[in-house]
């Protein structure tokens, strides 16, 4: 039988803004410039909006600012922040809120002006102070010191590490939207200055403004609505631990748990996944999250991607806009996932449309390797 | 109800640096089950435990993940030690660039900004 939650709600509008560069924006306006497209490419209008789901690395109150900033008194509201993969989180959130009729249309939205403001991450976020003496750049080294024990426990190489990149910069090209264009060898990321062992700057994502947002709206009223409606299928959420000290394994994250739970609410097998956008913070997530979710055996990963098998014309398509490598990553990546999956299952990706793309899996990641969301979406055809 | 803090005792962060502070390094250990927990808390996590005692580190651990940081200031190493009690700390590999994962290791207290802090040196012919 199927899950109660199993395609009851859809997203029906997906928005960007200052993808890339937004000189002279703060972050609340990317975010609400994104919103705004969001609702006008549903065909609604602000009005109609009485949900907010937000997180940003620069509100403490996300909900409370992007209320006041909209002027809308919502119904409903959440404002989980467990970093970059909030997002998925929101989707379940806002289908759940959706489904027992707390609200009728769910703005999810983020906005980060991070490149243009300094060029640095921004965060809020409380530094550990058992971690603090030993100066940890975040969220770099606990990637880094991930990495390093996946190489030490399956015989990782940089190689592999590096082919991820070649193969996001490669979807990139494809994306007249990304922010990163042009060739690139494994030797130039291979040969790119030296960060945290063994990351380069190449192994590591963009620095990016952007806002992005989607609505989202039960299946009933979707049907009625402007856009093909994409379907919730399933999502869950992990999270096992704070800081990288104490993650049980460092070459197993949450993904492991929150991978087979959305898996078994959206009633779908792997084979059925036409679409995978994950999380690339850094080049070991792309590995981490191909184990986790069940894409091929732990351990494999780096062998996995290293004939080219996630970058365009391989035979699993992963990051098709390039992912935060090469298209964009304004801090918090997780809504920029979902609106390129809404985009592939619209079929409206241009020159890297999926052919008969009906299944897109969504894996958002917080902090570092802390929380994992994963998400499952689907055309109509999935219902 | 008994409130568990009434004797106004500092909590177990506090009786860690306090314990550094005088050369110690101290682990908490559960009087009953054994089982270890840093960094210091008030119980053991997962389990419960709350009966705990402050007992020495052996000092000894291999290293479980390692990192440099290039910086142009300089770099150094970061390291996630595990230790033979069984916790992992993140600290520093002294008198090294790096070191290979699974080297084996031994606690030292040194004072870096006026705190005293664990950092790690290679133990010698150690495995």
């Known amino acids: 039988m199927a899950h109660p939650v199993r395609g009851r709600t859809a997203v029906v509008g997906i928005g960007n803004a200052g993808a890339g560069e937004a000189p002279g924006r703060s972050a609340i306006e990317l975010l609400a410039e994104a919103s705004l497209a969001a609702i006008e490419d549903a065909g609604m209008t602000l009005p109609d909006i009485d949900a907010i789901f937000a997180a940003t690395s620069s509100h403490a109150f996300p909900t409370l600012s992007v209320g006041e900033y909209l002027g809308i008194k919502p119904r409903f509201f959440d404002g989980t922040n467990v970093g970059g993969s909030s997002f998925e989180m929101h989707l379940l959130q806002a289908a759940l809120a959706l489904d027992a009729g707390l609200c009728d249309a769910a703005l999810i939205c983020y906005g980060s002006n991070q490149r243009t403001a300094g060029g640095r991450m921004v965060s809020m976020s409380e530094p550990q102070w058992h971690e603090t003496p030993y100066k940890p750049r975040h969220p770099i080294s606990a990637y880094a010191l991930a990495a390093s024990r996946h190489m030490h426990q399956y015989g990782t190489t940089r190689e592999m590490l590096a082919d991820v990149a070649v193969a996001a910069r490669a979807w990139a090209n494809l994306n007249p939207d990304a922010f990163a264009h042009g060739p690139l060898t494994r030797d130039e990321v291979l040969a790119a200055h030296m960060v945290s062992d063994p990351l380069t700057t190449l192994d590591c994502c963009l620095v990016t403004d952007g806002g992005g947002a989607c609505v989202m709206v039960r299946a009933d009223r979707a049907r009625d609505l402007r856009q093909k409606p994409v379907y919730l299928l399933g999502a869950a959420g992990a999270q096992w631990h704070r800081s990288i000290v104490q993650m049980p394994d460092l070459t197993v994250t949450a993904a492991s748990e929150s991978g087979p739970r959305a898996f078994n609410m959206a009633g779908v097998g792997h084979s059925d996944v036409d679409l995978l956008m994950l999380y690339d913070a850094f080049t070991i997530n792309t590995l981490l999250f191909l184990e986790d979710l069940g894409f091929c055996p732990k351990g494999e990963a780096g062998r996995f991607v290293a004939d080219g098998a996630i970058a365009p014309g391989g035979r699993l398509a992963v990051n098709t806009n390039g992912g935060g490598l090469s298209c964009v990553h304004p801090g918090m990546n997780g809504m920029f996932l979902i609106i390129e999956a809404v985009t592939q299952l619209r079929g409206t990706a241009g020159a890297r449309q999926q052919p008969n793309c009906n299944v897109a899996l969504c894996h958002g990641n917080g902090l570092t390797l802390s929380s994992q969301v994963t998400a499952l979406l689907g055309s109509a055809a999935t219902l | ?127």
């Open chain 2, 1 to 127: 109800m008994k409130d568990p803090i009434s004797a106004a005792q500092p909590g177990p962060e506090a009786v860690y640096g306090a314990h550094l502070r005088e050369g110690r390094f101290m682990l908490q250990r559960s009087r009953n089950t054994g089982r270890y927990v840093f960094y210091p808390r008030v119980m053991i996590p997962s389990t419960g435990e709350t009966d705990l005692e402050w007992v020495e580190a052996t000092r000894f651990g291999v290293i479980y993940a390692i990192t440099v940081n290039r910086r142009r200031s300089g770099s150094y190493n970061v390291a996630l030690v595990e230790l033979d009690e069984g916790p992992r700390m993140m600290s520093r590999i002294e008198g090294t660039e790096s070191a290979p994962i699974g080297t084996r290791v031994k606690a030292r207290i040194i004072e870096e900004n006026g705190e005293p802090i664990v950092v790690f040196d290679p133990v010698e012919g150690g495995n």
